[in-house]
């Protein structure tokens, strides 16, 4: 059976971007989001996609977009639907939700763990949020508070029906 996993990086707000834009650019989040998604498979929605460094695919990884509106792209597989999405990846061992907003919300019922990175910080600016996360999700592991260029944070990772 495929885990399903979710990254993100959210303020206290659990915002996660604005204008196609990450709201913070920590370079250990950065690394951390490399190490956990190097040689998986990696599913996003369109504007994900366009935000990615020339709008391109992740390398080293099954990039999968799914959209409505979103014909073909090269290097990544084009989805028109969540079912359609599940079955491409039925044969992977972990695959990585990476955004946005809608694609979190439509993949929360199938995934079994998120990696959040919580910035201490609440952003005045943002247009796109993480899902809340009802009572089903327990933090297992949590970082202590660190400090990169002013900005504090801490990673935190949850799993559903963890008691």
Same mark, same amino acid.
């Given at each position: 059976?495929?885990?399903?996993?979710?990254?993100?990086?959210?303020?206290?707000?659990?915002?996660?971007?604005?204008? %196609?834009?990450?709201?913070?650019?920590?370079?250990?989040?950065?690394?951390?989001?490399?190490?956990?998604?190097?040689?998986?498979?990696?599913?996003?929605? !369109?504007?994900?996609?366009?935000?990615?460094?020339? @709008?391109?695919?992740?390398? %080293?990884? !099954? %990039?999968?977009?799914?959209?409505?509106?979103?014909?073909?792209?090269? @290097?990544?597989?084009?989805?028109?639907?969540?079912?359609?999405?599940?079955?491409?990846?039925? !044969?992977?061992?972990?695959? *990585?939700?990476? @955004?946005?907003?809608?694609?979190?919300?439509?993949?929360?019922?199938?995934?079994?763990?998120?990696?959040?990175?919580?910035?201490?910080? !609440?952003?005045?600016?943002? %247009?796109? *949020?993480?899902?809340?996360?009802?009572?089903? *999700?327990?933090?297992?592991?949590?970082?202590?508070?660190?400090?990169?260029?002013?900005?504090?944070?801490?990673?935190?990772?949850?799993?559903?029906?963890?008691?």
């Amino acid at each position: 059976m495929t885990k399903i996993c979710m990254i993100a990086c959210v303020d206290e707000n659990d915002a996660i971007g604005y204008k %196609n834009h990450l709201l913070f650019h920590l370079s250990d989040d950065l690394k951390q989001f490399k190490e956990k998604t190097i040689d998986k498979c990696v599913i996003m929605g !369109r504007i994900t996609l366009a935000s990615l460094p020339g @709008g391109k695919p992740l390398r %080293n990884r !099954r %990039n999968l977009v799914l959209s409505r509106t979103m014909k073909d792209c090269d @290097g990544a597989e084009v989805y028109h639907c969540l079912n359609d999405v599940l079955k491409a990846v039925e !044969r992977e061992e972990e695959v *990585w939700v990476i @955004g946005g907003e809608s694609i979190y919300r439509m993949f929360l019922p199938y995934a079994g763990e998120i990696h959040l990175t919580h910035v201490h910080h !609440r952003c005045a600016c943002s %247009n796109v *949020w993480f899902p809340e996360l009802d009572e089903s *999700w327990k933090c297992i592991c949590r970082s202590d508070d660190i400090e990169e260029g002013g900005i504090i944070y801490h990673y935190a990772q949850y799993k559903k029906g963890t008691r």
